[in-house]
Each structure stands twice: as C-alpha cells, then as structure tokens.
C-alpha cells in the first residue's frame, strides 16, 4: 500500500510494505534517512548528580547530543520543594516518577503521582509541581525540543556560589528565569487546592 501526503507544493509517497508497485513501474522502499544525531545510551546509574537548589539533576541526553531534538534530565527533588506557576511556550514537558510522590497542577487539576506515573504537560500550559511529602522524589524529565536543561545547568552553577535562604538567591534565581525566558514564563504562585 502507497500513501501519499501533501506538504505544499511537494509530496511525500510512504511505502506501506516491502515493495509496493505504482501502475507498471516498481518501486522499492526509500533508503532510511539518516538521524543528524547520533544514538544516546546512557548508563544513568553512573552519571554524577549535581547539586541544585531544588535537590539533585543528572544530565542525561542535552539538546546538543540530540540536536535540540529534545532533552533529557533526571531530576531528585527535595521534600517541601514547590516551582513557581509558570509554562514552556516552546517545548512539551513530560515527568515519569521514578521514585517518590510528585503532586502536580495542570490548569485547574491537581494530580498526586506517585512511582511509575507519567504526565505530559503540553507547551503553553500553566502548571506547577512539587514534593509535598517527607520524602525526595526522582524524576526522569524530558523537554521537546531540548533546550531548557540549560536552565538547569545555570541554575547548577548559582547553587556553587548562593543558596536558597541567601539575601541575594531569590534575585539571581530571577535573573536565571529572564535569561531563559524563551524557556520558561513565570506566571506566579499557587497551592495544591487553588
């Protein structure tokens, strides 16, 4: 079977079996189109987390290994660790709880997620999470396309030289959020029950 898609004023013809005919001519299946990236196996459970304000992150794919593709990073966040309300206006964000209970608010739901649940957050959507139990929670976090782990990287090195409760972090935490706004948009605060 054949299948034809339009893109303008060219078109895609997809094969649907091994050989497919066109009237008389015979047409073999198009060559794979190569990935402008190479394959990405990692080994997490040897990647060095790195201490941020939040808790811990491994890097596990960046958008220069996937060539912004996406982005991959595992996140560990501490017990009473709450983001602000914001939104991605330029990439999906997905969390897969590895370990712990995320709660989170997507628009004017909030869903408790515990170990072995998923959410996909499509972009331009408000939303906030945290970990609201005694315990940390790990998250495997992935942002479509990458970019937004470089958020994570800077806020990394902030955490080197200022932490949370110091005069100055909430400023440098700011500052971090203006240069990666095309990342992310801070829409305010919110509580598990708003």
Same mark, same amino acid.
């Given at each position: 079977m054949k299948v034809t898609v339009s893109l303008g004023s060219a078109a895609l013809v997809c094969c649907l079996s091994p050989i497919c005919t066109a009237g008389d001519e015979r047409s073999q299946p198009a060559a794979p189109i190569a990935p402008t990236f190479r394959a990405v196996a990692v080994e997490t459970h040897k990647l060095v987390p790195l201490p941020y304000d939040a808790g811990l992150v491994k890097f596990i794919a960046t958008s220069k290994e996937t060539a912004g593709t996406s982005a991959v990073v595992e996140? *560990?966040?501490?017990?009473? $660790?709450?983001?602000?309300?914001? %939104?991605?206006?330029?990439?999906?964000?997905?969390? #897969?709880?590895?370990?712990? *209970? /995320?709660?989170?608010?997507?628009?004017?739901?909030? #869903? *408790? /997620?515990?170990?072995?649940? $998923?959410?996909?957050?499509?972009?331009? *959507?408000?939303?906030? %999470?945290g970990n609201f139990t005694s315990k940390p929670v790990r998250l495997l976090t992935t942002f479509t396309p990458g970019g937004f782990e470089e958020f994570f990287l800077d806020r990394v090195a902030l955490y080197k030289s200022i932490k949370p409760g110091a005069p100055t972090f909430q400023a440098a935490l700011d500052a971090l959020r203006a240069?990666?706004?095309r990342w992310v948009q801070i829409l305010g605060t919110w509580d598990i029950g708003q």
């Open positions: 996140l *560990t966040e501490m017990p009473g $660790y709450k983001t602000a309300w914001h %939104q991605h206006n330029n990439c999906e964000e997905a969390f #897969y709880v590895i370990e712990g *209970t /995320l709660t989170i608010r997507v628009l004017d739901k909030t #869903y *408790t /997620l515990p170990e072995g649940s $998923y959410v996909l957050i499509p972009r331009g *959507t408000p939303h906030g %999470q240069k990666h706004s």
